[in-house]
């Protein structure tokens, strides 16, 4: 059986993961949430701030002549965080190679 995407709820984040090529969640969930946990540190501002959402993976715009509009980069290239800063949500692009933050425009797709 294969998942289209799977939502983990947490205490205080909640986890979507999204199918990136056939059986991709199964196979790969173990490394995902060993990798998670790897770069928890990271995630979390140096332990300061859980954001309330981490979507895995990113999918990249290939613009309007590309066989696929919108292809996966990978599992474990980039994340998006969703954190709160009062009333505000902002969301920032983890670099999991580099284990840095980067504020980008993003346009989500339904």
Same mark, same amino acid.
């Given at each position: 059986?294969?998942?289209?995407?799977?939502?983990?709820?947490?205490?205080?984040?909640?986890?979507?993961?999204?199918?990136? %090529?056939?059986?991709?969640?199964?196979?790969?969930?173990?490394?995902?949430?060993?990798?998670?946990?790897?770069?928890?540190?990271?995630?979390?501002?140096?332990?300061?701030?859980?954001? %309330?959402?981490? @979507?895995?993976?990113? @999918?990249?715009?290939?613009?309007?002549?590309?066989?696929?509009?919108?292809?996966?980069?990978?599992?474990?290239? @980039?994340?998006?965080? %969703?954190?709160?800063?009062?009333?505000?949500?902002?969301?920032?692009?983890?670099?999991?190679?580099?284990?840095?933050?980067?504020?980008?425009?993003? @346009?989500?797709?339904?």
């Amino acid at each position: 059986m294969d998942i289209a995407e799977l939502s983990l709820h947490f205490k205080d984040t909640t986890i979507i993961i999204t199918k990136i %090529y056939e059986f991709s969640i199964p196979e790969q969930l173990t490394q995902i949430i060993s990798v998670l946990s790897e770069h928890f540190v990271h995630i979390t501002k140096g332990m300061t701030e859980m954001p %309330y959402e981490i @979507f895995i993976p990113i @999918f990249e715009d290939k613009g309007q002549f590309s066989r696929a509009l919108h292809e996966p980069i990978g599992y474990f290239d @980039f994340w998006v965080l %969703y954190f709160e800063e009062g009333e505000e949500h902002h969301d920032l692009i983890y670099c999991l190679r580099d284990k840095t933050l980067h504020q980008e425009k993003l @346009f989500l797709l339904d």
